[in-house]
């Protein structure tokens, strides 16, 4: 019966005694966690832009088909300065003629179109393309997106930037009572998806969805505009010792 209560007594013993050395062996009793952060605004030249362009018919005249558009468009693009590296196709699409439709033709030719999306590198590219596109075979025109060809170092500098910014905080911090700023413990790096943001809106909106007539007349009132900067912002939290 004895053995029986000495066995757990003897083992609550060697517990507590085990915890005991586990606490006395952290490496760094007195810690501080900051955050540090940076952030930059960039200038795109990566931006996106999807053309869509129809086949159309004027009264009295020949259908413009889409090989033909296609083939103005491509000679459009390189008389801009755009490579054909920076040109992909987004989408085939197939529409009624309105016209016929409104006059009840049995027989209706479906009229083709085609949307490219191009990267373009500056405003002013994108004025030398808009000038020269046709009015009545351009749809649809959509900035979709801007971005920037040093984006990835761009995000490591502001990664530094944002440390170093933590480690100046836990110094002036740490010197207010009296301690000293220790090694680094713990870097929790940024999450990339909520700091990174780029921006659809460019040219303060002015030209996001132009169709048709709109494409030449918007020309007047863009030209020497910049597009609107990529904020870039990252915030690092950081585990100090204490010395």
Request: hydrophobic share 35%; aromatic share 8%; charged share 30%.
């Amino acid at each position: 019966m004895k053995k029986v209560i000495l066995f757990p007594v003897l083992l609550l013993l060697a517990t507590a005694t085990w915890s005991q050395v586990l606490v006395e062996k952290d490496p760094y009793p007195k810690k501080i966690t900051v955050s540090g952060s940076a952030e930059m605004d960039i200038v795109p030249d990566e931006i996106y832009v999807n053309i869509e362009l129809r086949e159309y018919q004027k009264k009295g005249e020949e259908k413009k088909d889409i090989e033909s558009l296609k083939t103005q468009f491509l000679g459009y693009c390189k008389q801009a300065g755009i490579p054909d590296s920076a040109i992909s196709i987004v989408e085939f699409t197939g529409v009624s003629n309105y016209y016929q439709l409104k006059k009840k033709k049995k027989k209706q030719d479906l009229f083709a179109g085609i949307t490219y999306q191009v990267k373009i590198k500056s405003s002013s590219i994108l004025d030398a393309l808009i000038e020269k596109l046709d009015d009545e075979a351009t749809y649809d025109f959509d900035i979709v997106s801007t971005s920037h060809s040093k984006m990835t170092e761009f995000r490591k500098q502001l990664k530094m930037l944002a440390i170093k910014a933590a480690k100046d905080k836990g110094i002036y911090l740490t010197e207010a009572i009296n301690e000293q700023l220790g090694d680094a413990i713990t870097i929790n790096e940024p999450d990339e998806r909520n700091y990174y943001t780029t921006s659809s809106n460019s040219r303060s909106n002015t030209m996001n969805t132009i169709s048709q007539a709109r494409v030449s007349s918007i020309i007047e009132n863009t030209t020497d505009i910049a597009f609107k900067k990529i904020k870039l912002r990252y915030e690092v939290i950081v585990i100090f010792a204490l010395k």
